[in-house]
């Protein structure tokens, strides 16, 4: 089924000025670019977006980390775009993800790992309402 996403290019690859090449990658595998927009998170964003990992162990380290720099975030569209973006974006680690995933082609580490996309529909409208209101999204 047509469905959509939420995704983030992280600080580690608007650092590097190679968003252009993740969207691409998006694009050619298969998904739509319906909204985006370039953000610096806050810190209360972060930690609100990320409040399922707030007792791990990385949970501080990863809000300083996603909000050292501007991140861009995204609605994708596509056939299946909730697995076909974990396919495109590969696995969390790096080392663990598969040749031409933009993880392993470009991510830093298990942290600085470049993407983020939702693991589920109910997460992916979650996460979409936490940063796009619907007239941001032109489908
Ligand atoms: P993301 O898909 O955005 O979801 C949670 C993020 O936490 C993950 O990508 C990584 O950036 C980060 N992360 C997950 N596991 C670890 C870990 N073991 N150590 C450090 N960061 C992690």
Do not use: C
């Not at 691409?24 to 609100?48: D, W």
């Amino acid at each position: 089924a047509l469905e959509r996403t939420f995704s983030i290019i992280k600080p580690d690859a608007t650092r590097r000025n190679i968003t252009g090449k993740v969207v691409s990658m998006l694009e050619e595998g298969g998904l739509r670019v319906i909204a985006q927009k370039r953000i610096q998170m806050t810190k209360e964003q972060a930690e609100g977006f990320y409040a399922v990992h707030k007792e791990r162990p990385f949970f501080g380290d990863l809000v300083s980390f996603m909000t050292s720099g501007p991140v861009v975030v995204q609605v994708l569209e596509g056939e299946n775009a909730i697995a076909r973006n974990r396919e495109i974006m590969g696995a969390t680690n790096p080392e663990n993800a598969d040749a031409g995933t933009i993880r392993k082609e470009l991510a830093e580490s298990i942290e600085a790992n470049t993407v983020h996309g939702s693991d589920a529909p109910e997460t992916a409208k979650d996460e979409i309402a936490y940063f796009f209101s619907e007239d941001e999204i032109v489908g």
